[in-house]
T-cell receptor
């Protein structure tokens, strides 16, 4: 596998379910991101991990819980979601320069299409 | 804060037509600029980028020039193909800040 992979590609869940999205990057990067893409809205940055530490959380509801166990893997744990959370969830990675400053090019996975019933 | 504005879509062209998708930005410093493309059912792919004024990014026949004086990064292609049908996103990043995207422009190329 090369690049950034995401599983599952499609997920349908009820509002009471608990599920997790997985992202894996094979680029040797050390920063990873979760984005949300809803219809007719710009992409929204949700979380940033740099060197496996969360460095940004853009006021995301607590029903979304990220986890970054190592520099190659990123998870988004989902529980008690709402129908308005239905969207395409995109993972991305990039390479930080020394000192934790991220370089600019982010590489994206194919996304997980989430539908909340 | 930093922002990116793209021309509204959808844009529909015939095959072999000339394409321009306008993008302007607002930023306090000197951002890097990007065009990403999203084909149906897929994630975003980096199409091209430019990191400083007057740089020209190019890939797959697409080009965009970083114009600091007009704060623009318009995407152009001389002869589009049906396979270019996708959503195109202009974006910027500055230093350690987050990637800021435009709203996207849907392009449809008819045979």
């Amino acid at each position: 596998e090369t690049g950034v992979t995401q599983t599952p590609r499609h997920l349908v869940m009820g509002m009471t379910n608990k599920k997790s999205l997985k992202c894996e990057q094979h680029l040797g990067h050390n920063a990873m991101y979760w984005y949300k893409q809803s219809a007719k809205k710009p992409l929204e940055l949700m979380f940033v991990y740099s060197l496996e530490e969360r460095v940004e959380n853009n006021s995301v509801p607590s029903r979304f819980s990220p986890e970054c166990p190592n520099s190659s893997h990123l998870f988004l744990h989902l529980h008690t979601l709402q129908p308005e959370d239905s969207a395409l969830y995109l993972c991305a990675s990039s390479q930080s320069a020394s000192g934790g400053v991220r370089t600019d090019t982010q590489y994206f996975g194919p996304g997980t299409r989430l539908t909340v019933l | 804060g930093d922002s990116v504005t793209q021309m509204e879509g959808p844009v529909t062209l015939s095959e072999e037509a000339f394409l321009t998708i306008n993008c302007t930005y607002t930023a306090t410093g000197y951002p890097s600029l990007f065009w990403y493309v999203q084909y149906p059912g897929e994630g975003l792919q980096l199409l091209l980028k430019a990191t400083k004024a007057d740089d020209k990014g190019s890939n797959k026949g697409f080009e965009a020039t970083y114009r600091k004086e007009t704060t623009s990064f318009h995407l152009e292609k001389g002869s589009v193909q049906v396979s270019d049908s996708a959503v195109y996103f202009c974006a910027l990043i500055q230093g350690a800040q987050k990637l800021v995207f435009g709203q996207g422009t849907r392009l449809t190329i008819n045979p």
